[in-house]
């Protein structure tokens, strides 16, 4: 089976189990948040060709390092999610999130090194976009309900990690913590390591941090940090990044990372993105029954 067969299957089976069900998001309608790209800077080699930016992207909008951007919310559906706009000084891009989305994109993103891999190597190297800085993630708005802390508490244990079959040898120092408290939930990962695949020709170093965090009551982000760099074969292509984002609330003061490289104890962990998607589908459809018990009590 393909992975784009897979994808569909997975989705599927969300939609399937899920339908009927309401999103508890807070009343956030017609309100706008304003927000600081602090800092943001990309660079990118792929065998010979090498290109930097700094800056961030949303759609076609292009953001400056060290300037403001607001997020203007237009509508908040229970069963479809949130619908809004980013706008900068001088133009604007329509966005929209759903709760089933943001957790199966923010369960990849744990493992951005590999899935940016593959990115590069399937889309090729766009000289244009890296110059631009990378994409602001759309991860502003998440459900403020008990399942989805459960669901983050839970991508911080070794034993979610160490359950997925490999199709790549990971030899890696995880860390991470979930922390709810003070009107807040954070989320802290670092990872450490390689992952290989000889008969695929990959061999790839890698040093991957990242930091949320959101209001509790509004389920609004509050910020996000993002210090990942990678390099070795992947596919045959010889590839590098780096990329650093700092990105808060206006007027938040955004926490520094919770681990630093230097002291993680680490774990050997066995792990494979392409089987990323049927633990997500797995927890996603558990909290689904989940509501719907509720529901039906009440």
Known sequence: MTSLSINILLI????????????????????TFN?????SAWSVQVNDLIEGGTGGTFG?????????????VLDVDANWGVDFRVSNATDNVLGHITNDEFLMEFAKFLYYPEEECSRITTEGFNSKDIVNGPEILDWFFIETEADVWDFMDNLTTVEYHNVLPGVYAYEAYLQAHFEHQNKQVMFDVYMR???????????????????????????ILLGYRISTNFNGLFASYSIAE??????HLSGYDLPSFKFISAFIPGFEIGIAVF???????????????RKKRRKEEN
């Open 35 to 39: 927000y600081v790209l602090d800092s």
């Open 275 to 289: 089987t990323i998607g049927l633990i997500i589908v797995f927890n996603v459809i558990i909290r689904c029954i």
């Open 12 to 31: 599927g089976i969300i939609l399937i189990t899920c339908i009927d069900t309401k999103a508890d998001y807070s009343d956030i309608s017609d309100q």
């Open 242 to 247: 780096e990329i650093n984002v700092v990105i």
């Open 60 to 72: 076609n909008l292009n953001l400056p390092q060290r300037g403001q951007f607001s997020v203007e």
């Open 193 to 219: 390591g390689s992952f290989e695949n000889q008969t695929l020709d990959v061999n790839i170093q890698f040093d991957h941090s990242i930091k949320f965090v959101w209001n509790d009551t509004t389920g």
